[in-house]
């Protein structure tokens, strides 16, 4: 996650949309840099924690950006990361796992460790489903978001690719697809939703209610001078 008060903006880091290279490419920018496990804070979390401590620091309260990807190819791009060699024999591996085995496992009632991979649509929504972030770009709109950041940002802002996973096949069977469409219906029309509306959606996102518990925010790293 970043957060850049000056520009009214925080970038929320949905796991497995490329917030490695959006976090190398802006990190000198932001006057918040989180990494480790709160890198990928969800907006839930954010809104109850860190929005009340930028109001009462800052006097702003930033719009947010995501990206959201297919579902399929972001539980795909989870799969190929942890089938790499450097974590092969631990309870994260996928190594020997088919993508098939894999899904199964994501969606099952009690994931086991490797398969703990979260959903998009929790990250991104409410207890009730509602969006609660302004600015939602597609992973396929690449162009949009970039455009996007740089416009508010007022810089240019150039990706890279970064924490590229292994180039294995993981071929999807039908009737497991259909398995994840049906478990994670929710997230899926979200997709849908974004996809039909040209790669972009902007959500009328309330402020938060204030919240005077102590703002746990502040565990961020600052950015470098």
């Not at 903006?9 to 949905?14: F, I, K, S, V």
């Not at 860190?50 to 799969?79: C, D, H, I």
């Not at 609660?132 to 007022?154: C, I, P, R």
């Not at 994840?180 to 996102?205: I, T």
């Amino acid at each position: 996650m970043l957060i850049f008060p000056e520009h009214s903006l925080t970038y929320l880091a949905t796991p497995k949309t490329g917030t490695t290279a959006v976090h190398l490419s802006l990190q000198g920018h932001a006057d918040m840099v989180f990494k480790g496990p709160r890198k990928h804070m969800t907006a839930r979390r954010y809104r109850k924690h860190v929005e009340p401590f930028l109001r009462k620091a800052y006097g702003v309260m930033p719009e947010t950006v995501a990206v959201m990807r297919n579902p399929v190819e972001q539980l795909r791009s989870w799969y190929k990361y942890r089938s790499r060699e450097k974590i092969a024999g631990s309870g994260r591996s996928t190594t020997g796992m088919s993508f098939d085995d894999y899904v199964q496992a994501v969606v099952a009632p009690n994931p086991p460790e490797h398969a703990q991979v979260g959903s998009q649509f929790k990250f991104l929504t409410d207890h009730k489903g509602k969006v609660l972030v302004t600015h939602l770009f597609d992973y396929d709109n690449q162009t949009g978001l970039v455009a996007f950041l740089s416009g508010k940002l007022g810089c240019d802002v150039r990706l890279g690719r970064h924490n590229v996973s292994p180039d294995i096949d993981a071929p999807l069977s039908v009737e497991t697809e259909m398995l994840l469409r049906a478990r994670r219906e929710k997230e899926f029309a979200l997709y849908d939703a974004l996809k039909s509306a040209n790669g972009y959606l902007r959500a009328d996102v309330p402020d938060a209610p204030p919240h005077d518990a102590p703002a746990r925010a502040a565990r961020s790293e600052p950015s470098s001078p």
